[in-house]
């Protein structure tokens, strides 16, 4: 995908509006609100730096969480500001309300190359229904447009494909990194690519389970959403979690057990050769589990899963975690990978019982020679829990985005930046 670039803009002593995502976790600490979690904010500081060296006054848009007119102090950006006065040395300033008849007046007043920081979008309801007054009255503030937000850049929002529309617009570094990595795996991955997925849900990886699979070598199941894969090869999944299809599915028959069924079917024919000889097939979920009566139990037991043994299993156990085989077996896959794509932790590693499988997926993707590049809260919190950070060579910070982009879909906050073809 080719899409408009900060070069592309030539943007020089201007006022640019650049849409970040700062939807970044708050916890209270010493009974103030403080940001949780950095990583979305400190990714936009690339784009903003370059922005103000090529002299320009910039004015940062954003939304934070789901506010609703009785709760807008909970979700106001002040937290956010109080970082960025700490973390950066910009001159910032804060915009309570860009539609007030003083915001104009108050953005040209303020120096050029400072930053102001545009209160909660989210606080018009014009944001979300994307209506064009609420996008016109925005692009009003500057005289150009950068996106940022990588993982806001799925939704059909004012901020995100509204403001294109009235202002030249680009991608910011950022954007563009998220873009760059991810495509690396959909149209040039060294191989063997192997694909992990984990996670609770089926729901919000099935799409990105099935483009992937038309190009990875093997796709690693684990989680919550290999009980739906265990479920269609037959095998009792007693009381684990199991989601059920949504309303739109179960109209016409559908569930999440029977498009499990499809994907394995559908991939019968594939084979990973495993140490160069031995054949596995491409989709390849847990041979066995580490199950208990309740996440907070500590008497756990082995379930063997292999299809030549009956299982037998009390049916008032959940399966928690993936087992020691299968552990091992995803280990040695990983470890003959040239490309490696993570998204979904393996199990419940919260709980310390059931935090081994995940534990040694981070471990082995950490150290592996391959190209790896993780996404999903869940999945970076628990790299963050067991030191494996510094391992991987991309973290990708997009969420829901990463996932749609990776199911093959096309994002409007990209569609709206692609380059027009002149010829």
């Known amino acids: 995908m080719q899409i408009r670039q900060l070069s592309d803009c030539h943007f020089r002593n201007q006022t640019i509006l650049v849409r970040v995502d700062y939807n970044v976790p708050l916890v209270k600490r010493k009974g103030k609100l403080t940001v949780g979690d950095p990583r979305r904010i400190r990714a936009s500081y690339a784009t903003v730096n370059k922005l103000l060296a090529q002299g320009n006054k910039v004015v940062l848009l954003t939304h934070l969480g789901r506010p609703s007119a009785s709760d807008y ?19 910032l300033k804060f915009l309570a309300d860009p539609f007030a008849k003083e915001a104009k007046n108050f953005i040209d007043a303020a120096p050029q190359e400072s930053v102001i920081l ?16 609420f996008a016109k009255a925005l692009a009003k503030l500057g005289d150009g447009y950068v996106n940022d937000a990588f993982s806001a850049s799925h939704r059909a929002h004012a901020s995100i494909v509204g403001i294109p529309k009235f202002l030249p617009a680009c991608a910011g570094e950022f954007l563009r990194g998220e873009l760059k990595a991810l495509e690396s795996i959909l149209n040039h991955p060294k191989r063997p690519l192997i694909v992990i997925v984990g996670g609770a ?16 070598d093997a796709i690693l199941i684990g989680g919550g959403v290999a009980n739906n894969f265990f479920k269609a090869v037959g095998l009792a999944v007693q009381k684990s979690y199991l989601q059920d299809a949504p309303a739109d599915l179960a109209k016409v028959g559908l569930n999440y057990v029977d498009i499990a069924q499809d994907i394995i079917e559908d991939n019968l024919g594939e084979r990973l050769l495993k140490d160069g000889y031995i054949p ?19 008497n756990t037991q082995i379930i063997d899963l292999t299809s030549a043994t009956k299982v037998q299993a009390p049916d008032d156990l959940m399966y928690l975690d993936i087992g020691p085989k299968t552990v091992r077996l995803y280990k ?14 393996m199990g419940y590693f919260e709980k310390p019982a059931f935090a081994t499988g995940t534990k040694s997926i981070a471990r082995a993707v950490s150290k592996s020679s391959a190209f790896t590049l993780v996404g999903g809260g869940d999945t970076l919190a628990a790299l963050e829990e067991f030191k494996c950070l510094k391992g991987i060579d991309y973290l990708s910070l997009a969420g829901g985005a990463t996932l749609e982009f990776l199911a093959g879909k096309k994002l409007v906050g990209l569609a709206v930046l692609e380059k027009k073809d002149e010829s």
Do not use: C, M
């Open 118 to 133: 545009v209160e909660n979008l989210r606080f018009g309801e014009g944001e979300k229904k994307n209506k064009p007054a």
């Open 332 to 345: 040695e896959l990983i470890t003959q990978a040239k490309t490696v794509f993570w998204n979904g932790p």
């Open 73 to 91: 102090k909970r979700f106001s950006l002040q937290p956010v500001l109080n970082f960025l006065e700490k973390d950066t040395h910009w001159q």
């Open 201 to 216: 849900k089926i729901s919000d990886k099935v799409d990105s389970i099935v483009n992937l699979a038309k190009i990875a």
């Open 280 to 298: 596995l097939p491409k989709i390849i979920y847990p041979v066995d589990v580490i199950a208990a009566k309740t996440p907070d139990s500590k």
